[in-house]
């Protein structure tokens, strides 16, 4: 979540300028003389990464899912922070399951840190009634990330009064530049025919710690996320998506809690094959942070997606918000004539 993130920028706003107050910001981060509080990035699409939402979702499509998503925030902050994932899930009707990789690379600095991970997921689906199937999904992750210690500038290198780096820094460097570690979660999405699904996911069951110094308090935080969305068809006036050529509205909501900070996200997409456009706010309690903006295309299997957040938050607007950009490819590896139905997770696209 952004908060920790957030705090840490306002805190040296007065004081420097913005290249080296944000790199400052990543060695608080690090936990050198404090305790830390490592944070996932988060997407604005967030359906648009399914996976990474909850493990529930791997398989939850009718065919193979090709996932690409890239989110570029505060680039007027000297490429502040960049992420990159991958995903792919499929279904096996056989034996009502689905599973899934994902791979993600986050660049914080203008890769002054840099985590890598990749992980596995395995979901099981469970029909409970006609109406009702329950999906139950698991993931295992192993987590690297690694210092390049020559692009840190620390507070004794700063000249006060002109704000100019006059030498070598007195801070002691870590013993090693890499970390690693693995990590689980779970998660659980219902589904009610096409008409809502719910579901909720805990990452970091294990808290694994994420420090460069030997400090115990440096953990990866426990984040524990809600999510659920309703389908209201506005062409027929019902609920549930019954023909593409619809006007489908499908109010979502997502809510995170990590460590002490909670972020809430209210919205709505609107689509009219093959255009979806969307709009949320996200609010993380403590402050306003954005409001989002979506515009989204469906072409037969592929989708394309694009949003732009608005800040709202004390960064401002010279910090030149996030940019994010989705592409999805739903595609078969089963011949047509052998394929099982499966229940697909009717939620939002973006």
């Known amino acids: 979540m952004y908060n920790c993130r957030l705090k840490t920028e ?9 290249q080296i107050r944000f790199i400052i910001a990543i060695v608080i981060l690090l936990g050198s003389t404090l305790p830390s509080f490592a944070q996932d990035p988060q997407f604005s699409q967030f359906y648009a990464n399914p996976l990474y939402l909850n493990p529930a979702f791997a398989g939850s ?3 193979g899912r090709l996932n690409l998503n890239y989110r570029n925030q505060w680039p007027g902050l000297s490429n502040a922070y960049a992420t990159y994932n991958v995903s792919y899930d499929q279904s096996l009707p ?11 690379s986050d660049q914080q600095g203008d890769g002054a ?3 890598t991970s990749a992980a596995a997921f395995y979901t099981y689906k469970l029909k409970v009634s ?3 199937v329950i999906n139950f999904g698991v993931n295992g992750a192993f987590y690297q990330e690694h210092l390049n210690w ?6 004794d290198q700063i000249n006060s009064a002109t704000g100019e780096i006059t030498g070598p820094t007195n801070e002691t460097p870590p013993s090693s530049f890499n970390i690693s570690a693995v990590d689980f979660s779970a998660g659980a999405i219902m589904t009610y025919f096409d008409l809502f699904n719910v579901g909720i996911a805990v990452d970091h069951l294990t808290q694994p710690k994420l420090s460069f110094y030997d400090n115990p308090d440096s953990r990866l935080d426990m984040k524990i996320t809600g999510h659920g969305s309703v389908n209201i068809n506005i062409t027929q006036g019902i609920l549930g998506s019954y023909n593409p050529d619809d006007i489908i509205l499908q109010p979502s909501i997502l809510y995170m809690q990590q460590g002490k900070f909670h972020q809430l996200n209210a919205g709505l997409y609107v689509t009219k094959y093959p255009f979806v456009v969307g709009a949320y706010y996200r609010h993380n309690f403590q402050n306003p942070d954005a409001a989002i903006v979506l515009v989204g295309l469906k072409f037969d299997n592929v989708r394309f997606g694009y949003s732009y957040d608005i800040t709202m938050s004390n960064v401002g607007g010279k910090a030149g918000g996030a940019h994010e950009i989705s592409l999805a490819w739903d595609f078969c590896i089963y011949k047509e004539q052998k394929r099982r139905h499966i229940r697909a997770i009717n939620a939002p696209s973006f």
């Open 61 to 63: 499509a009718q065919c």
């Open 130 to 132: 006609e109406a009702v």
């Open 10 to 18: 306002i805190k040296f706003h007065a004081l420097m300028s913005k």
């Open 94 to 104: 056989g034996i009502n399951s689905g599973f899934g990789i994902l791979a993600m």
């Open 113 to 115: 840190l840099a985590r």
């Open 150 to 155: 020559d692009k840190l500038v620390f507070a």
